[in-house]
């Protein structure tokens, strides 16, 4: 018989926009499928082991996708080794020469982003890419970003608008269409999250392609990271998205993180750690940023859906921190270790991430049996 945690319940799970289903090698992109997680390297592609280095890296911190860069022809030439021994599905990155869209292919990569605003004569060659991309069953991203707008739109629109945006993404669209070609994901980019959700928001009515949500050049990881979360937010929350990368001035694994907490606090990823935490105030007689810290280190990589609670001083203690699996409240030099609102033991200062690690791991087999049902 399970014994029941009362594990951190999952916000309602949005309606999803129905679009159409992509394979990104073994990964279902839209049509219902989970909304994966993106990153991209910021290796040399043409440094193998480096590259593949940093997709083992993001590939254990959730990823499900990864974007690598061919600006050169050794990026190029490099291609078929990564993909070979690559822990995710690599899409190449393509800007300017449209020659590597066919290397990439050849390469075996799991899809392509394409950037045509960018790429030389690229409406002439769209011909030859659907041909080629459909042979191989690749699917083709249509990136638009506001910075490599189409020039002709930028004259029409004045500036990166969203309709201007949408226009561009569209009529690419139309192209391949025109080849029969359908295996197509959408993103387009802005800085600025309200034109980014305007113009995702018109994608969305518009067509029934999947899409790639992202605050390009969102900034650095305080302040992109609360960009990127209100405008994903919106969009997730309204059922608009299928795959996202947050883009930060970051290390990539930072963010894959902040992508995976993303989806999870929307219900659209399962949980695993929460650190519930109060800010600080006057009352306290510990470092609570520090030990707050020390425990989510602690707890990193923790295999089970988990709420601890770190609070400053008895008065935000067990009774605010109620529906935590654990937690501690401090003073005087201890902490009060709660389990569910209930204060089972106190031990020093010195121990409380000891000890919540080791009442934790006393719970991991009931926890695991909660996961999988009553028996």
């Not at 009352?283 to 988990?306: M, Y």
Request: aromatic share 4%; with cysteine; net charge negative.
């Amino acid at each position: 018989m399970s014994v029941h945690l009362g594990l951190p319940a999952l916000p309602r799970t949005p309606v999803r926009r129905p679009t159409r289903q992509l394979h990104v090698g073994d990964v279902l992109v839209g049509g219902g499928a989970p909304v994966s997680v993106q990153t991209m390297t910021t290796t040399l592609t043409a440094d193998v082991d480096a590259t593949l280095q940093q997709i083992a890296e993001v590939t254990a911190a959730g990823c499900d996708i990864v974007r690598v860069a061919v600006p050169s022809q050794d990026d190029a030439d490099a291609l078929p080794r990564i993909v070979a021994r690559s822990t995710l599905p690599v899409i190449a990155d393509i800007h300017f020469q449209p020659r590597y869209v066919f290397a990439a292919i050849d390469a075996g990569c799991a899809a392509v982003r394409v950037n045509p605003g960018n790429i030389r004569k690229f409406d002439d060659r769209v011909g030859e890419i659907a041909k080629a991309a459909a042979a191989a069953g690749v699917p083709i991203r249509i990136g638009v970003n506001a910075g490599s707008l189409d020039p002709r739109l930028l004259a029409k629109h004045g500036r990166a608008t969203p309709e201007a945006l949408v226009e561009s993404a569209l009529w690419e669209c139309s192209l391949f269409e025109e080849h029969g070609f359908r295996d197509i994901k959408i993103a387009v980019k802005h800085h600025d999250p309200a034109t980014m959700i305007a113009a995702n928001r018109l994608l969305a009515a518009a067509c029934d392609y999947p899409l790639h949500l992202g605050v390009t050049e969102a900034g650095p990881a305080f302040q992109g990271a609360i960009k990127t979360a209100v405008a994903f937010g919106i969009l997730l929350g309204e059922g608009i998205g299928d795959t996202i990368r947050v883009s930060l001035s970051a290390p990539p694994v930072e963010q894959v993180k902040a992508g995976c907490h993303i989806l999870s606090s929307l219900g659209l990823r399962p949980r695993k750690l929460e650190i519930v935490s109060c800010p600080g105030c006057g009352r306290l007689q510990v470092d609570i940023h520090r030990l707050a810290a020390q425990v989510e280190a602690a707890f990193d990589g923790f295999p089970h859906p988990i709420r601890v609670a770190v609070m400053g001083c008895v008065v935000n203690g067990p009774g605010e921190a109620r529906e935590a699996d654990l937690g501690v409240s401090c003073g005087n030099g201890k902490g009060q270790i709660f389990r569910k609102g209930q204060v089972i033991r106190t031990v020093p200062e010195s121990r409380i991430v000891e000890a919540l690690l080791e009442e934790a791991l006393a719970l991991d087999p009931l926890i695991a049996d909660e996961e999988a049902g009553p028996s």
